[in-house]
């Protein structure tokens, strides 16, 4: 192995344990609150017979005209959120010293509008984002800060020295 490879390896090795650090810090890295698209399965306060919804013998909420208090439903099906955590770090076009001809300059495309946030992410955790119908940022926070939803305006992409650890990608408020 010659001596360039070997600096290239120790500088892809110093980078990955820098960003590994960054994300695990309360100052750079937060925690991302994502949100599938839901699921549904059988409520258990009602069923359906040849009447319609009807109240189902020891569930929680009796009711007799009108759809189930549970569910909300007349076919006995309720919706189940589904979430998960990652942490991310993140940095906001509006209140950082990048500016967008910085971005440019980094070949990075960013027609998109003011008040977007840069996202970056561990690889493994890609799929995750690309397949959540939005994310809420600060979510340990939200009792402080409110619920600030953002959806993702940008294909995710590779980034980093051998583009294999990280990503990163843009952010919209919605």
């Known amino acids: 192995m010659s001596r360039v490879s070997r600096i290239l390896d120790r500088a892809k090795e110093i980078y990955d344990e820098t960003h590994a650090e960054w994300l695990a810090s309360?100052?750079?890295?937060i925690n991302v609150k994502l949100f599938y698209p839901p699921t549904y399965e059988e409520c258990d306060n009602c069923e359906t017979n040849t009447y319609g919804t009807v109240y189902k013998a020891g569930g929680s909420f009796?009711?007799?005209l009108g759809g189930c208090p549970a569910c909300m439903s007349d076919n006995c099906m309720k919706e189940?959120?589904?979430?998960?955590?990652?942490r991310l770090r993140i940095y906001s076009i509006d209140s950082t010293s990048f500016s967008r001809a910085t971005f440019k300059k980094l070949g990075i495309s960013i027609d998109q509008p003011q008040g977007?946030?840069?996202?970056?992410?561990?690889?493994?955790?890609?799929?995750?984002?690309?397949?959540?119908?939005?994310?809420?940022?600060?979510?340990?926070?939200?009792?402080?800060?409110?619920s600030l939803r953002y959806k993702l305006s940008t294909e995710p992409t590779p980034h980093g020295f051998g583009k294999d650890k990280y990503f990163y990608c843009f952010w919209n408020r919605v």
Do not use: H
């Open 26 to 29: 309360d100052a750079i890295g």
């Open 62 to 64: 009796p009711f007799t």
């Open 80 to 86: 189940v959120e589904q979430t998960e955590v990652v």
């Open 116 to 146: 977007e946030l840069l996202t970056i992410g561990r690889i493994t955790d890609l799929p995750k984002i690309k397949g959540c119908n939005y994310a809420v940022f600060y979510s340990d926070q939200e009792d402080k800060v409110g």
